[in-house]
């Protein structure tokens, strides 16, 4: 009898879930809403739910289902499946593990979301071909995740990868975690974004003005779209923001050395416009040359999915390991 396992990816408005056989091929998916302001056992419900209507369509038991998945925001102690903190829902030490696994019947585990989101492309994305691989997503802050040996890397108590949080300017702009000068302060979609609206404001001449009518409508591909078509003040946005980006890759790089980077994020939409420049600047300051230990730098390919198949990969690499011991 074929087993299959459930990925769920959390976030804060939906909760969106698939059915994932073993050799990763999604046989259905479904989503329903999450809320702050719901109490954890309502949530509870609703994921339940939602794991057991991905079951009636594919018309299937839980005997059918190996295990679930969950890729969750926050701080996760992915060990006994407990959110430690998310701020977003004011949630602390809710073991969503255990809460899950009672009222589904079935094995639950729970990873970060943005670990499972870089499981997800390392193992039917960008990065399967690979048995190491660096995920970074380009959005609100940087999120990103470790594959090595075709294993997430999670660290101490799952506390690990946080990679946005690396100093690329030492005494640089203050970070929402505290510190200065942190990697996601300079290249996240979000950085991006304050750097066009402050050089607008300085070149009201700059074609970026014609492309939004106000700055708040300012987004992630104003520079980028303005400095294709070679306006000067445009390109100082996009090429000082893939300097301080392949800063934080080279870091990368020379700390762990994985075969690919996998890029996402909305700004990875820009494709090679971004990614090639972004590559020749990682090649030329890396410590190792390319040419002794093969570096690729990619797109990632999942997008919105990329969650649902790291949960579910995610369940199948614990429950695999529960087999071995």
Not at 273 to 290: D, G
Request: one cysteine or more.
């Amino acid at each position: 009898m074929e087993k299959y396992y459930i990925g769920i990816d959390l976030g804060g408005m939906s909760a969106k879930a698939g059915l994932m056989d073993g050799k990763g091929t999604i046989h259905c998916m479904d989503r329903c809403k999450t809320d702050p302001g719901d109490p954890v056992e309502t949530t509870l419900e609703n994921l339940a739910t939602l794991a057991k209507k991905l079951m009636a369509e594919y018309d299937i038991t839980k005997d059918n289902v190996e295990a679930i998945g969950i890729g969750s925001p926050g701080v996760i102690d992915s060990g006994t499946g407990t959110v430690v903190h998310w701020s977003n829902f004011h949630w602390n030490n809710v073991p969503l593990a255990e809460g899950l696994s009672a009222k589904t019947g079935l094995p639950v585990f729970v990873a970060n979301d943005a670990n499972a989101a870089a499981l997800g492309e390392a193992k039917f994305g960008s990065g399967r071909n690979y048995e190491d691989s660096v995920m970074l997503t380009l959005g609100t802050g940087i999120g990103g995740g470790i594959v090595l040996g075709g294993k997430l890397f999670e660290g101490y108590r799952s506390a690990g990868g946080e990679l946005g949080h690396t100093v690329i300017r030492r005494g640089g702009i203050k970070c929402t975690c505290g510190r200065y000068g942190c990697f996601e302060c300079y290249a996240s979609a979000t950085a991006l974004k304050r750097d066009t609206r402050n050089a607008m404001e300085r070149h009201p001449e700059s074609l970026m003005w014609q492309s939004v009518s106000s700055l708040e409508d300012v987004n992630g591909r104003t520079a980028f779209d303005a400095a294709r078509r070679g306006d000067e003040t445009a390109k100082m946005i996009v090429n000082n923001f893939i300097e301080c980006l392949g800063d934080g890759i080279v870091n990368i790089v020379n700390l762990l050395r994985p075969q690919v980077i996998i890029i996402g994020g909305g700004v990875s939409n820009e494709g090679d416009y971004l990614l090639n420049p972004v590559r020749e600047f990682v090649y030329e300051h890396i410590y190792a040359p390319r040419e002794y230990a093969p570096l690729e730098i990619v797109r990632a390919q999942l997008g919105n999915d990329a969650g649902i198949y790291g949960a579910a990969a995610y369940a199948m690499a614990r429950m695999l390991a529960k087999t071995c011991l």
